[in-house]
């Protein structure tokens, strides 16, 4: 490994974890995610509706009423909450809680340490495929479902402008500006 210069610590934490699904599905394709919860929405609506007009208005269906009501509000609170409740499953399932992972950055690629691991895992630049940067943060799109999130606030080796440049000529992608 060639020397060191950039080093991030990203803590995978719950709001670490929202804003990766968050700025991942708006990256993927903003609109079909909108217009899936939009539409988990109005289904929610529907069986909510539909719920209560079985349960107040036609004899012999409260059954029907009250499942009619839990679909809908699960619907509702899948739609309203995608993204926390995707964020608590991979915490949960995948990460089994939370997860350090120090990022080092030399002229040829990076690696990843994570804590607690013996092993590293390498990358290439040339294998970032999208380079994005909010507010807070970059993210580095390597596959389709895979990305890193790199919090500027632990960032040292320079500014988080001299990174970006860093990035974008190693890269070779422009980084792309987004709203976290």
Not at 136 to 150: G, P, R, T
Request: net charge positive.
């Amino acid at each position: 490994m060639n020397a060191i210069k950039f080093r991030c610590v990203t803590t995978y934490d719950l709001p670490t974890l929202y804003t990766l699904s968050k700025i991942g599905a708006a990256v993927k394709s903003r609109w079909k995610s909108l217009a899936w919860r939009l539409v988990g929405l109005v289904i929610a609506a529907y069986m909510l509706f539909m719920g209560a007009l079985s349960l107040f208005s036609l004899s012999g269906m409260e059954i029907f009423g009250v499942i009619y009501l839990l679909c809908g509000a699960a619907a509702g609170i899948w739609s309203l909450f995608l993204y926390r409740i995707r964020a608590w499953y991979v915490r949960r399932f995948f990460m089994n809680g939370t997860q350090k992972q120090t990022f080092l950055f030399d002229e040829e690629g990076f690696e990843i340490a994570v804590e607690g691991a013996e092993k590293r895992i390498r990358d290439e630049y040339g294998e970032v495929l999208r380079l994005v940067e909010t507010g807070d943060y970059f993210l580095l799109f390597l596959e389709k479902n895979v990305a890193h999130i790199l919090p500027k606030g632990t960032l040292t080796g320079g500014t988080p402008e001299e990174f970006r440049k860093f990035l974008e000529e190693k890269s070779g992608r422009a980084a792309e500006e987004m709203r976290g």
